[in-house]
């Protein structure tokens, strides 16, 4: 089971299947809205989330880890383009591309979102570890799926590592 952790003890548990799916329609929605600095690191710490390279049931991570910024106003639009990420997912946005039918996206999206909305940046207690610096942040567009991909970590996107 994968974990993806929000505040006050709130958590997304998904099997391995799920989490695929979750990833998946996260980084349709992420290609499309990325736009400043942070956005793109969050897009690379998605990228990590690739369980067909980083190993099943391995994957997740805790908002209390991310580092949202170091001002009330960056926190702020740190949680608010993840807020707009979820909602544009929550559109189905460009899911008619995917080659399955996400099968219990929208509930994982809305259980999510609702962790997301609920959580305050500012009790965060970074990890340098859990998301991406600056100098890896997924700045690199898959030309075949037209999302961003996993540079500099590996040269595939998450739909070309899983052979999409």
Not at 62 to 90: I, N, Q
Not at 129 to 143: I, Y
Not at 148 to 161: E, I, N, Y
Request: charged share 25%.
């Amino acid at each position: 089971m994968n974990v993806f952790r929000g505040g006050d003890g709130h958590y997304l548990e998904m099997t391995n299947g799920g989490t695929a799916v979750f990833v998946d329609v996260l980084m349709l929605a992420v290609s499309t809205l990325a736009h400043d600095p942070w956005d793109f690191r969050f897009a690379a710490l998605l990228t990590l989330q690739d369980q067909s390279i980083m190993g099943r049931g391995v994957v997740g991570f805790d908002l209390a880890d991310l580092d949202w910024g170091d001002t009330p106003h960056e926190r702020a639009a740190a949680k608010d383009f993840l807020l707009r990420v979820l909602d544009l997912a929550l559109t189905n946005h460009r899911w008619d591309e995917l080659t399955y039918e996400p099968p219990r996206a929208e509930g994982y999206l809305r259980t999510y979102r609702s962790m997301v909305e609920e959580f305050d940046p500012g009790t965060a207690k970074a990890d340098a570890a859990a998301l991406p610096g600056p100098e890896n942040a997924a700045m690199a567009s898959c030309v075949r799926h037209r999302v961003l991909d996993a540079l500099p970590f590996w040269d595939v996107c998450v739909f070309c590592a899983a052979g999409v």
